[in-house]
């Protein structure tokens, strides 16, 4: 029943779930400099959420608000947690619900450091397309513009400890929206099935 941010329709009501969304905190120490990175199972997180997860972490940690990096996922198969005029409302709700587990991760990870290796690797992707699309007007709009530019390179970064694998961060700009409007499904989209490849990989 939950209303599904990313499309301009403002009545699009979650009727299933597909996969369930998170709130994942990964916090990372060396010397006497910590840093928090969160990742939302969420469309986008406007600046008063991003404002209240680094205000909650710092009062409960100590961890500088301005050492947290908080990103989403961009699903469009998630609730409302920012207003777009025209489109949709902030779910005030969803939103605490979401500013709370988000605190309540990194202070989980804060509490559980372990030492650990660190590996970075690039590649690329040729999945990415640039979406800036010439009109028959000549103007340009959104679309598929096949021979346009774009970024392929994707970073990753593995963490390792004498345990296994910690955790894998996966950088890469994109739009990760297969479902389309008529999905009525709260759903990671396919950030959800890179991540659970992964980690059935690693």
């Not at 941010?5 to 979650?14: H, N, Q, S, V």
């Not at 709009?141 to 894998?168: F, K, R, S």
């Given at each position: 029943?939950?209303?599904?941010?990313?499309?301009?329709?403002?009545?699009?009501?979650?009727?299933?779930?597909?996969?369930?969304?998170?709130?994942?905190?990964?916090?990372?120490?060396?010397?006497?400099?910590?840093?928090?990175?969160?990742?939302?199972?969420?469309?986008?997180?406007?600046?008063?959420?991003?404002?209240?997860i680094?205000?909650?972490?710092?009062?409960?940690?100590?961890?500088?608000?301005?050492?947290?990096?908080?990103?989403?996922?961009?699903?469009?198969s998630?609730?409302?947690?920012?207003?777009?005029?025209?489109?949709?409302?902030?779910?005030?709700?969803?939103?605490?619900?979401?500013?709370?587990?988000?605190?309540?991760?990194?202070?989980?990870?804060?509490?559980?450091?372990q030492?650990?290796?660190?590996?970075?690797?690039?590649?690329?992707?040729?999945?990415?397309?640039?979406?800036?699309?010439?009109?028959?007007?000549?103007?340009v709009?959104?679309?598929?513009?096949?021979?346009?530019?774009?970024?392929?390179?994707?970073?990753?970064?593995?963490?390792?400890?004498?345990?296994?694998?910690?955790?894998?961060?996966?950088?890469?700009g994109?739009h990760?929206?297969?479902?389309?409007?008529?999905?009525?499904?709260?759903?990671?989209?396919?950030?959800?099935v890179?991540?659970?490849?992964?980690?059935?990989?690693?």
């Amino acid at each position: 029943g939950i209303l599904l941010m990313g499309y301009p329709d403002p009545d699009r009501k979650a009727e299933s779930v597909r996969d369930p969304l998170s709130a994942d905190a990964l916090v990372l120490q060396q010397g006497k400099t910590t840093a928090v990175l969160i990742s939302l199972s969420i469309c986008i997180l406007d600046d008063a959420g991003v404002e209240a997860i680094r205000r909650g972490i710092e009062q409960q940690t100590g961890i500088p608000a301005d050492s947290i990096v908080i990103c989403t996922a961009q699903t469009h198969s998630a609730p409302c947690t920012m207003t777009c005029w025209g489109w949709c409302d902030r779910d005030e709700s969803y939103v605490d619900l979401l500013v709370g587990r988000s605190i309540r991760a990194a202070v989980e990870a804060s509490q559980n450091l372990q030492q650990a290796q660190v590996g970075i690797g690039t590649t690329e992707s040729d999945v990415g397309v640039n979406r800036r699309a010439i009109m028959a007007d000549h103007s340009v709009g959104l679309g598929y513009n096949h021979w346009g530019i774009y970024d392929p390179e994707m970073t990753v970064l593995c963490l390792q400890t004498a345990d296994g694998p910690l955790a894998t961060l996966i950088h890469y700009g994109a739009h990760p929206t297969v479902l389309s409007s008529d999905s009525r499904a709260i759903s990671r989209d396919w950030p959800g099935v890179m991540i659970d490849r992964v980690e059935d990989l690693t």
